[in-house]
C-alpha cells in the first residue's frame, strides 16, 4: 500500500509543478512562437535518440555538447510551440527517460 501512496504523491506533486509552470509560461512567453528547451542526460546514444523521437517533426534545431569528462551530454532543442499545453506535454514526455534533467 505505501508505494501506492508514494506514486500517487509524486503525480500530485508534478501535476502542482506542471499547473505552476503553465501559468509562468503564459505570463513570460509569447506563443505560438518558438520555445527552446533543454536537458542534461547520461552520454548514451539510445537516450538521445529516444528524445529526438519524442519531438518528431516538431524540432527546429536539435544540438547536443558533451562534457568535458563525456559522462553527460546536453541537448538543446528548438521548436515551435502552439501554446504552453504544447510545451508541457515534451517536458512530461521527456520525463519519462531515466536520469534526464529538465532546464
Known sequence: MKKIEIIASKEVKANEFYAKFKTELEKSQVLPGDYLLKFILPTDSRKIAQLNRIFDD???????????????????????????????????????IERIMML
Open 58 to 96: 516538431r524540432i527546429l534545431t536539435f544540438s547536443t555538447r558533451e562534457s568535458k569528462g563525456g559522462k553527460y551530454t546536453s541537448v538543446t532543442i528548438r521548436i515551435f510551440a502552439l501554446d504552453a499545453d504544447t510545451v508541457i506535454h515534451y517536458y512530461r514526455e521527456a520525463a519519462a
